[in-house]
């Protein structure tokens, strides 16, 4: 159907028409959408991709007010990778009064029993695993290369 550009329409709508900039926007910011899930998609792939490493607490026995002994088995799907833990030391509130993280080396066992002391700074009364990950802090990693 042909439209007829009559004085009455150019009167009432004008002579140009509109040259439909909102929807080159609306392309614009779903095209920005489309590229930004496919990043997070990838990035999410990846981080599947990340062997598994899971810390449980198994015991431990307070020491003094100022430092407290803990257990903690280390779970790592592929051993052959470093991982570490961060263990924190918690008071009856449950606020952290004490930190240590634990580095395990490639090799050994799918479980590893770890124990350190963790110096507190007021007396604990639990341990806790606060995370575990096979991609290695700068420090940390610095740490093991001046070991060997």
Same mark, same amino acid.
């Given at each position: 159907?042909?439209? %007829?550009?009559?004085? %009455?329409?150019? +009167?009432?709508?004008?002579? !140009?028409?509109?040259?439909?900039?909102?929807?080159?926007? @609306?392309? &614009?910011?779903?095209?920005?959408?489309?590229?930004?899930?496919?990043?997070?998609?990838? #990035?999410?792939?990846?981080?599947?991709?990340?062997?598994?490493?899971?810390?449980?607490?198994? $015991?431990? =026995?307070?020491? !003094?007010? /100022? @430092?407290?002994? !803990?257990?903690?088995? &280390?779970? *790592?799907?592929?051993? #052959?990778?470093?991982?570490?833990?961060?263990?924190?030391?918690?008071?009856?509130?449950?606020?952290? %009064?004490? *930190?240590?993280?634990?580095?395990?080396?490639? $090799?050994?066992?799918? %479980?590893?029993?770890? +124990?350190?002391?963790?110096? =507190?700074? +007021?007396?604990? /009364?639990?341990?806790?695993?606060?995370?575990? #990950?096979?991609? &290695?802090?700068? /420090? @940390?990693? +610095?740490?093991?290369?001046?070991?060997?």
């Amino acid at each position: 159907m042909k439209t %007829v550009d009559t004085p %009455v329409l150019k +009167e009432r709508y004008g002579n !140009s028409r509109d040259n439909n900039f909102a929807g080159k926007i @609306l392309v &614009i910011i779903f095209a920005a959408m489309i590229i930004a899930a496919g990043i997070y998609i990838v #990035s999410m792939m990846t981080r599947m991709n990340e062997a598994k490493v899971d810390g449980v607490e198994t $015991g431990g =026995t307070i020491n !003094s007010d /100022h @430092l407290l002994t !803990s257990q903690i088995d &280390i779970t *790592r799907d592929d051993p #052959s990778k470093a991982a570490y833990c961060i263990i924190t030391a918690l008071n009856y509130a449950k606020a952290e %009064v004490g *930190r240590r993280e634990i580095l395990l080396p490639p $090799g050994g066992q799918r %479980v590893t029993r770890v +124990e350190m002391q963790i110096p =507190t700074f +007021e007396r604990a /009364h639990a341990a806790k695993v606060y995370g575990c #990950s096979n991609t &290695i802090p700068p /420090h @940390l990693s +610095e740490e093991a290369t001046a070991r060997q």
